[in-house]
């Protein structure tokens, strides 16, 4: 019999792999955490401020990634790919969700509560408190719920 028995189909065969949306990422970033834990050395109260520190970290690496997949250092030219950012994107994620685990056993509870409040939100046009410098100020419109810029 060949390499692929007949019960496993050669890679040409097999279907694309798509995402797991049913992958239960909180286990992940519990096991990230538990093995974070166990390489420390410091005191809990530090291990804490640093790894809330590391979101600037990351999120500093976004920033060069898009500098860098958008060629604005004429010195360098273009040195990142918009797979890149993404990347950086995904590693922003993953480092606020240990940082908030590190807060919270139930990070997961919290961080769901959070979403279903974000979801829950208006999503009305911004007030007048938001109105670019210099522009007309923005009026209710009579009988709308939305506002006007006044001429």
């Not at 007949?6 to 990422?25: C, E, I, K, L, N």
């Not at 060629?71 to 995904?90: F, I, M, Y």
């Not at 974000?118 to 670019?132: C, D, E, K, M």
């Amino acid at each position: 019999m060949d390499q692929h028995s007949a019960h496993d189909p050669g890679p040409a065969d097999r279907p694309a792999p798509r995402p797991d949306r049913d992958h239960d990422t909180w286990t992940t970033i519990d096991e990230l955490h538990d093995w974070l834990d166990s390489e420390t050395g410091i005191p809990p109260e530090q291990d804490l401020l640093l790894r809330m520190l590391k979101l600037s970290e990351e999120v500093g690496e976004v920033a060069q990634a898009v500098i860098g997949a958008t060629g604005q250092n004429p010195r360098k030219g273009a040195t990142h790919s918009w797979q890149d950012v993404e990347a950086e994107l995904c590693d922003v994620i993953v480092t606020a969700m240990v940082a908030l685990r590190t807060l919270t056993p139930d990070a997961a509870t919290v961080f769901d509560g959070h979403v279903r409040r974000v979801a829950a939100r208006p999503r009305s046009p911004l007030g007048p408190s938001w109105q670019t410098p210099g522009a007309a100020p923005r009026q209710q419109i009579p009988g709308h719920g939305g506002t006007a810029t006044g001429a």
